[in-house]
């Protein structure tokens, strides 16, 4: 094997773990960014949105669009739970928590009641390519491009629009933005559904790669939990960069332990980067910028 | 014998709720109960009750770490896992011969602890804090609960002992007493119900000397207030790690009652579920008192395993139900809750004097 398939075969595997890590974090990331609670059912939204995405496609409606009612779903069911639960404990993060977690079990179970142990997937689309003596599939490659499509959207999100400014200047300061006149309520439950938004996109484009069972979510939790825990509070300066390094670790162990030793090199590497820098990356960039 | 009447005293202090003849002869009377019970009960349903009692030890752990001492630990379970793991191990290789089950025990908890010492060290001295000690415990037990479901294989074994991944270990021996003419086998019957009730007797009251000790007081301070306590002087990160410790060996205790109660351990008794249930009891009934998580996590269990006999499938969903309501309507415990219901109409004449008003 040439050098040249070696290291698209290691670019390969970096940019996939790389999109899974940016899109099963990002939603946490955004509603942990913004109020400082992390959202446990947030692996509840993933398979809300993956299973949306399935069924719409069984019912006929072609993939990139069920992906999308997947996500709105999912932004719908967090509106909810934000209006419903979440709301009432801003002034307790830790409760929310546990809540959230309580919307888990609930989610998680009644999935299984409502829809049984399992639903029929839809097949991974576009096939795939060859680099050398491997075959890749292209649909991996979407993946990473949607992810740095979802991270440029955010960016766009926060800097450049009104609902942007209106987000910003309710993290830096809560109450001076309500004395501003910002509704901070209502940007509290946006953000909130924008983050269960993007779980369920994250369920709906992962859909068609994995099997659909109610536990689903914490395929995805544990890596969402690391790249949020390393990259601190701030989705661009945090997540991204956490993603990017946390990618290499999980693509290196992977490719020579295994699926499993990716996960335990994941979760050695948070340990140690929470002991070296323990409000994260985002926590160290602004603190050198400050 | 002066040393020992302060040591005794310290049963009762402003960190725990009952003091005075009242709340002893209540206590007396619920312990005389509960040895009588199995006397008014057959031995199947007193080898049940012991079920519930393995479960207490880790939501007392639990109360210690989240209710005291304010430190969110969502991997509880870990320590059931790794405690209940190793118990097999050891008994499994060692046999149960000459009362090596309870140094099986002993060992297993000390596993747990070990486990939970380096852990934390590497949480605490970090200066993990509130969210994200929850979140890293939790993807702890996570991923121990993926690793121990991989290790199917032949050459996942530790001496004669398969992990048999997700399926589980089962078929090692139950705790044995050694005994004058014959060992004492405890399966789940009476005998094992007096052993864990007098282990559990000794744990609560413990843990009430603990938390009205100094160690207790400095604990509460760093919940209240950790900068506060810190420059009051106190290393808090060795006091959370403590905590941190004690809470992982009390889960570790259940995980091997756990396991010598059924003969059966299993990756998904860790996973996030599982994780859940210890939150649910220690929330639900009052995480910030030892007695209420007691008699919260008892009467919680015992709902659980009626639901469980009409509906296996919605038990959980009623649990994750009461936990959501629990936080949003009474944060302090349903118990405490319904106690200041009841003595709303006295306290309003006694002008607002309740003890232990959380």
């Not at chain 1, 069911?77 to 639960?85: C, K």
């Not at chain 1, 142990?117 to 795939?128: C, E, H, I, R, W």
């Not at chain 2, 860790?270 to 919260?296: E, F, H, Q, Y």
Request: aromatic share 12%; hydrophobic share 55%.
């Amino acid at each position: 094997m040439d050098v040249g398939t070696l290291a698209f075969s290691a670019l390969y595997q970096f940019g996939d773990a790389f999109a899974f890590l940016v899109l099963s974090a990002c939603g946490l990331a955004v509603i942990f960014g913004m109020m400082g609670v992390i959202n446990l059912a947030h692996g509840e939204f993933i398979m809300c949105g993956a299973y949306v995405t399935v069924s719409a496609a069984h019912a006929g409606l072609p993939l990139p669009l069920a992906i999308v009612l997947g996500a709105l779903v999912a932004g719908m069911v967090g509106a909810l739970v934000e209006i419903v639960v979440v709301r009432h404990l801003y002034d307790r993060p830790l409760d929310t928590i546990v809540a959230t977690w309580g919307l888990s079990l609930i989610g998680t179970q009644g999935t299984l009641i409502l829809l049984g142990s399992t639903m029929a997937g839809v097949g991974t689309p576009f096939g795939s390519f060859q680099v050398g003596a491997y075959s890749y599939s292209l649909y991996r490659l979407v993946l990473f491009v949607m992810a740095i499509v979802v991270l440029a959207g955010l960016y766009a999100l926060f800097n450049w629009t009104r609902f942007g400014v209106m987000a910003r200047a309710t993290i830096q300061v809560p109450h001076m933005a309500a004395a501003l006149g910002v509704d901070t309520r209502r940007v509290y439950s946006l953000t909130f559904a924008l983050g269960a938004g993007l779980a369920g996109l994250a369920g709906g484009l992962y859909a068609p790669t994995m099997t659909l069972v109610p536990t689903m979510g914490t395929t995805f939790i544990m890596e969402a939990f690391v790249t949020v825990v390393v990259g601190g509070a701030d989705v661009f300066l945090g997540t991204a960069p956490a993603a990017a390094l946390l990618a290499v670790v999980k693509a290196t162990m992977t490719s020579w332990y295994g699926q499993l030793f990716g996960q335990i090199g994941l979760l050695v590497a948070v340990i140690v980067v929470i002991r070296v820098l323990p409000r994260g990356i985002s926590g160290f960039l602004l603190r050198e910028r400050a | 014998m002066n040393a020992l009447t302060r040591f005794l005293r310290r049963l009762e202090g402003p960190q725990t709720l009952g003091r005075g003849p009242l709340f002893w002869a209540g206590f007396l009377v619920t312990l005389a109960a509960a040895c009588a019970y199995p006397l008014f009960s057959d031995g199947y349903t007193v080898g049940n009750t012991v079920y519930f009692f393995t479960w207490i030890f880790m939501a007392l752990g639990l109360c210690l770490i989240w209710g005291y001492g304010g430190s969110l630990s969502f991997g509880q379970t870990a320590f059931f896992g790794i405690a209940g793991y190793s118990y097999g191990i050891l008994t499994i290789n060692f046999g149960a011969a000459y009362g090596f089950t309870f140094v099986a025990l002993l060992f297993a908890v000390a596993v747990a602890a070990l486990f939970a010492a380096l852990l934390g060290y590497f949480l605490f001295f970090g200066r993990i804090s509130g969210v994200f000690l929850g979140i890293v415990t939790l993807s702890v037990t996570l991923v121990l609960e993926r690793f121990m479901a991989q290790t199917a294989g032949p050459e996942w074994r530790i001496g004669s002992a398969r992990l048999n991944g997700f399926n589980g270990m089962s078929n090692m021996p139950p705790l044995t007493l050694p005994w004058p003419g014959g060992d004492i086998v405890l399966f789940p019957d009476v005998e094992l119900y007096y052993v864990v009730l007098a282990m559990l007797v000794v744990v609560y009251l413990g843990l009430r000397i603990l938390v009205n000790s100094p160690f207790g007081n400095v604990l509460v301070a760093i919940r209240e207030n950790p900068e506060r306590a810190e420059m009051l002087g106190y290393d808090i990160r060795k006091y959370q790690l403590g905590t941190f410790v004690i809470g992982a060996a009390l889960a570790g205790l259940s995980g091997v009652l756990y396991t010598s109660w059924g003969q059966y351990i299993t990756p998904s008794s860790m996973g996030m579920t599982a994780a859940a249930l210890p939150i649910v009891w220690v929330a639900v009934g009052g995480r910030s008192d030892l007695t209420t998580t007691l008699i919260g996590t008892v009467t919680v269990l015992a709902v659980f395993q009626a639901l469980t006999i009409h509906g296996s499938q919605y038990a959980l969903v009623v649990m994750g139900v009461m936990l959501v309501l629990t936080v949003l309507l009474a944060p302090s415990g349903l118990i405490l809750a319904l106690a200041k219901l009841v003595a709303r109409p006295f306290t309003k004449r006694a002008n607002n004097n309740l003890p232990g008003d959380a």
